[in-house]
């Protein structure tokens, strides 16, 4: 055997074992490890670097057994697996992947653009091009905003979108809104971006939500938690957008984010000074859709979990939701082993009618014997811990 046959003999078996080797790693996958998709890989992570080795430690054994196979591999070698059969597991793919990112950075990103074989090339593009973006999301976009148009999906690449729309959601609305102006679609679909960013200080949530109500065609959850988390930083300015922008409860998204939203702030109590101007908006929406505060009410009682607060009680007035609240609120103590002493607050006459009220509704919705036992159980539970004031 020649000194070159020899070599081409010794990669030959190389790649065989690190092919069998992968095999054998990829044979037992990682529990909820993503599918090959030419979706964006919305946010997700390495998955055989980013395992708790306390709360899984068998997924983080086969982990770090996929890593150090991975790492003992030369690599050409582990360009030669990359052109074989073995890249539809994509637990193994994405390690060799991330291997080669490791020992080549950027040069690992031309070799993959130069491959022949456009399937091969799209395949690896968008992996190798995920890869970068977990690392330096502004340049992964660049490099996809300048190759995307060589690939006949639409979508390609789009993980490295997803990074920069993160990025830029932690710096300002403008870049945010730059970035969005990018948005990939595949022709008469919406875009379905979902991510939940970082937003930065003093971010302009009004600039962005007046941009996707304003937009020919309607983001489907472009990005997620604006109105979440705008309604935690400045409650009275997202509630007065929303009664002003009433129609923004007609994408899915944003009805439940606001629904969510204020519900939950109800709940936990409105903080002071914005309690009075939010209340204000929030009736103002009622008396323009009602079917939307009665949503919002149906938050507040479900994140009650059981207990009640003079806040949310006064609101529940002011709104004319009292029976609502603590109706449903004490239905919430249904399967709980002990009734919550904030239920002290109502006089012992309220605390009575509201247990009726109670009793009768829940007696309508399931009517059966066995509901009817459990509650009877539930009504002593509640009287005796009512008698004796815990």
Not at 59 to 67: F, G, S, T
Request: with cysteine; hydrophobic share 45%.
């Amino acid at each position: 055997m020649s000194p070159l046959q020899r070599r081409w003999f010794g990669r030959f078996c190389a790649v065989s074992i690190l092919a069998g080797a992968l095999s054998g790693v990829g044979s037992r996958r990682i529990e909820g490890s993503p599918p090959l998709s030419n979706k964006a890989p919305l946010h997700r992570v390495d998955p055989s670097r980013e395992v708790d080795p306390v709360a899984e430690p068998e997924v983080a054994d086969r982990a770090l057994l996929l890593r150090r196979t991975v790492a003992k591999a030369g690599t050409e070698d582990l360009w030669t697996w990359l052109a074989g059969p073995g890249t539809g597991d994509e637990e193994n793919l994405l390690a060799v992947i991330f291997e080669l990112v490791d020992r080549l950075g950027w040069q690992a990103w031309e070799r993959a653009l130069a491959l022949s074989d456009p399937t091969r090339r799209e395949l690896l593009g968008r992996h190798f091009l995920w890869a970068f973006s977990e690392r330096d999301p502004w340049k992964a976009y660049e490099e996809w905003k300048r190759h995307r148009a060589g690939f006949a999906d639409p979508e390609w690449g789009a993980a490295a979108y997803d990074a920069a729309l993160r990025a830029a959601a932690g710096i300002s609305a403008a870049k945010l809104l730059e970035v969005l102006a990018e948005i990939p679609t595949k022709p008469g679909e919406p875009p379905e971006w979902l991510l939940t960013p970082e937003y930065a200080p003093g971010f302009d949530f009004e600039g962005v939500l007046d941009y996707l109500l304003q937009a020919q065609e309607q983001a489907v959850l472009a990005s997620d938690g604006l109105l979440r988390e705008w309604s935690r930083r400045s409650p009275e300015e997202a509630a007065a957008w929303l009664a002003a922008n009433l129609r923004a409860l007609e994408t899915e998204y944003l009805l439940e984010e606001a629904t969510g939203a204020f519900g939950n702030l109800l709940a936990s109590g409105l903080p002071e000074p914005s309690r009075s101007a939010t209340l204000d908006a929030l009736e103002a929406m009622e008396r323009q859709s009602p079917e939307f505060i009665d949503k919002v009410w149906d938050v507040a009682v479900d994140s009650a979990a059981g207990k009640i607060t003079a806040s949310t009680l006064a609101a529940a007035d002011r709104m004319a939701r009292r029976d609502t609240y603590l109706v449903g609120a004490l239905l919430g103590t249904r399967y709980q082993e002990s009734i919550d002493p904030s239920w002290q607050l109502l006089p012992f006459e309220e605390q009575q009618r509201v247990l009726r009220l109670a009793e009768d509704r829940w007696a309508a919705e399931q009517p059966s014997a066995v509901q009817a036992r459990t509650r009877e159980r539930w009504h002593r539970r509640v009287t005796a811990a009512w008698e004796g004031g815990s």
